[in-house]
DNA sequence: TTAATAGTGTCTCTCAGACATTATCAC
DNA sequence: GTGATAATGTCTGAGAGACACTATTAA
């Protein structure tokens, strides 16, 4: 048999992972955007992002993996690959490809990156974010609908959190990733028949705002959990 | 600002498109198989799939479309992204991405194309597959699953049915998508609550199987419908 | 004790599954 | 009519939402 001639490197699209890092502040879920050092577009606010590099990367989750240490100084976040774009049009240098990675980051450890020298990222509100360079808009939209959407059967949003959390805490990010309110007994009811959660040895201190101290608990596994129901 | 040296084409993976087309019949889910014609492994049975050609695709999905046109004369098809796969072995060729496409077929558009001079797919039991080349199978076993789990809350399946077709038959489709038989009268009252579906002023043929014809359907919008629950 | 949040118990209503019943065809 | 499939109607049980009620802390 033949071996036919094939797509040679000259003809090869470019690759690119992009990284829809988000967080969670007091006021709500937040995008992370970095200004971008060099052009095209320098100097714009943009995600996060770099070449698939074939000599030193294993696959493409370590790729995203690779730029999300050099670019925020982070490791060991919940990554999940969301789609790919492609297109003559959507980076000035050529048809590329886009692989996009949504990535969770609890704040505090976002901002102890940042406290340790990393790159400032911008918390830019997803409902209000401006208009962004190459189609990073359409990247982010996708992301968040991943997000939004499998918050509601999955321990995804709890990824938003550091390893202890109290259930009203809990139910806040699930009510924030989800943009929806949710029934307190129910939530209670029912992530305790699913069994996801362990209970901490602790209680959160009381403060003037907590009044009384709530259980600390800590998912029983660190992997993330799909449900068969919605919580 | 400087312009950063970025990954030339000497460096860029090679980018491909493999399809998981999957068809329905009497015996159940089949997926549709060719013999490569080249190497690498020439004559073995594998998805059907090709290179994304920046000179001609409009985007990824104009490429997975192209391949379906040239490898199987289809167009028109149910086709959705599944997620892309990348490493420096899955391919001999060298370190390659592979996007990964589901794309649903009707039984009688396949057997019409192959009829007319299509090359020929074998029609293989998803869950008695033989062993694939290069990493095919965990593209199926990413596709399968997608289609498994988007059945329960979409009209995904109708999409392996012709145009028209009855209640009974649709219900079949849906059982053998998800892989779980459903109650009867709660599927008809669920489908009819959503309105999905247009009755039309016909009924299908009574014959030695089928007693009392069945009332004809077709979906009421050409396009994937997402359901807010479970069919 | 009061105020504020954490957590529990219980009622009701909705909806899915089960299954009996009716309808419509070929023979 | 008989037999087979199509379609409808009704009962029941599980679970989600609503909300009243109890618990635990700081001040």
């Excluded at 990284?19 to 050092?37: F, P, S």
């Excluded at 493409?60 to 060991?76: H, Q, V």
């Excluded at 490809?97 to 911008?122: C, T």
């Amino acid at each position: 048999m033949p071996v036919v001639s094939y797509a040679g490197p000259e003809q090869r699209p470019i690759a690119t992972v992009d990284i829809v890092l988000v967080t969670l502040n007091e006021d709500g879920l937040r995008l992370c955007l970095q200004r971008r050092e060099y052009d095209p577009h320098a100097g714009e606010l943009a995600l996060i992002g770099g070449y698939v590099r074939p000599e030193e990367d294993a696959d493409i989750e370590a790729s995203a993996r690779r730029i999300l240490a050099s670019k925020a100084r982070l490791d060991g976040l919940y990554l999940e690959q969301v789609r790919s774009f492609g297109g003559p049009d959507r980076d000035p240098r050529g048809w590329s490809i886009a692989i996009v990675y949504l990535a969770l980051v609890p704040d505090e450890r976002l901002a102890a990156a940042e406290a340790a020298g990393a790159p400032r990222f911008e918390r830019i509100d997803p409902d209000h974010c401006p208009p962004l360079p190459f189609d990073h808009g359409r990247l982010i939209a996708a992301a968040l609908v991943r997000l939004r959407s499998k918050a509601s059967y999955s321990t995804l949003p709890a990824f938003l959190l550091g390893e202890q959390f109290t259930l009203p805490e809990l139910k806040a990010v699930y009510e924030r990733a989800m943009g929806t309110p949710l029934n307190d007994s129910a939530f209670r009811r029912k992530l305790m028949e699913m069994q996801i959660l362990e209970e901490i040895d602790a209680k959160a201190s009381a403060t003037a705002e907590r009044k009384r101290p709530a259980q600390l608990y800590r998912l029983a596994s660190r992997a993330l959990t799909e449900f068969d129901r919605t919580v």
